[in-house]
Antibody
């Protein structure tokens, strides 16, 4: 069973890029059929799926709600995948989770989440 | 996008009560619906997939039903440890979307 752990800066300035990494343990990120996801939860609000990347790196999907500001990458040698969210504003302050799943059907398991604050 | 509308947004119940949460999809999503439990300060945990399939290890007092556009999540005999926010999530179409959540209190 996979375990996931997010890491990255907790404070980002407006207009800069929010960058997070998810380290996967308990199995290989190359495991066939798995998709690697980012999800965020705005303070006191619901959940928003940011998108996924396939372990090959060749298949990605980004939620159009983020207006083309998202990019994801995967490093199979480090068993990690990453999120870049560009041109952030205070509205991007949220708890960011990484999660996986067989196919892009459901999310299980999740990382513990990391609160990222966008502030000058 | 498929809009997922959950109701109620919050509820208060007593131990032993039966609790029911509804999730309505803006279009037919067949049975492509999951339910998660999120306890304060924790990540969501998958409880039910495909509308009614209980994940391994999830207590039998939890159940899900429905198909098409209306889905129901039920806790039979609410326990104190069930205090959490519950979310539905559809995977019939991209982008994957969640309901707004239902906070269950005692």
């Amino acid at each position: 069973q996979f375990q996931l752990q997010e890491s990255g800066p907790r404070l980002v300035k407006p207009s800069q890029t929010l960058s997070l990494t998810c380290t996967v343990s308990g199995g290989s990120i190359n495991t066939g059929g798995y998709y690697w996801n980012w999800i965020r939860q705005l303070p006191g609000k619901g959940l928003e799926w940011i998108g996924y990347i396939h372990f090959t790196g060749s298949a990605t999907y980004y939620n159009p709600s983020l207006s083309g500001r998202v990019s994801m990458s995967i490093d199979t040698s480090e068993n990690q995948f990453s999120l870049d969210l560009h041109s952030v504003s205070a509205a991007d302050t949220a708890v960011y989770y990484c999660a996986t799943g067989l196919g892009f059907n459901w999310f299980d398991p999740w990382g513990q989440g990391v609160l990222v604050t966008v502030s000058p | 996008d498929v809009q997922m509308t959950q109701s109620p947004s919050s509820l208060s119940a007593s131990p032993g009560d039966r609790v029911t949460i509804t999730c309505q999809a803006s279009q037919d999503i067949s049975n492509y619906l999951n339910w998660y439990q999120q306890k304060p300060g924790k990540a969501p945990k998958l409880l039910i997939n495909d509308a009614s399939n209980l994940e391994t290890g999830v207590p039998l007092r939890f159940s899900g039903s429905g198909s098409g556009t209306v889905f129901t999540f039920t806790i039979n005999s609410l326990q104190p440890e069930d205090i959490a926010t519950y979310f539905c999530q559809q995977y019939d179409d991209l982008p994957l979307t969640f309901g707004g959540g239902t906070k269950v209190e005692i």
